[in-house]
Nanobody, 119 residues
Framework: QVQLEESGGGSVQPGESLRLSCAAS????????MAWYRQSPGKERELVAS???????TYADSIKERFTISRDNGKNTVDLQMNTLAPEDAAVYYC?????????????WGQGTRVIVSS
């Protein structure tokens, strides 16, 4: 059974940094896309950043130049380096992975990690 485990959330002041990490485990053949989404109260879940197996990235306009996504295909991990955090970045951040197993392709979500940005 594929699982995604996130870590790295917490509480910071505006302007500070955080690094989120996510590790996928289970009977994985290949992970096509790994991504980070976030959801704030009363808002829909939105894409923050994604990276394909080959390294192509997509970023939300609101976080460009501040956040950087990276992944290690050998370890099935994806990180999100978040710099210059602002109050509007506060949300629950979810790891996402589109994974190929012997049973076929499937999409998976982590349980979420909370990021609080407050002075």
């Amino acid at each position: 059974q594929v699982q995604l485990e996130e870590s790295g959330g917490g509480s910071v002041q505006p302007g500070e940094s955080l690094r989120l990490s996510c590790a996928a485990s289970g009977p994985i053949s290949i992970i096509y896309t790994m991504a980070w989404y976030r959801q704030s109260p009363g808002k829909e879940r939105e894409l923050v950043a994604s990276m394909t197996y080959s390294g192509d990235t997509t970023y939300a306009d609101s976080i460009k130049e501040r956040f950087t996504i990276s992944r290690d295909n050998g370890k099935n991990t994806v990180d999100l380096q978040m710099n210059t955090l602002a109050p509007e970045d506060a949300a629950v951040y979810y790891c996402y992975a589109h994974i190929q197993t012997r049973a076929g392709p499937s999409k998976h979500w982590g349980q979420g990690t909370r990021v609080i940005v407050s002075s």
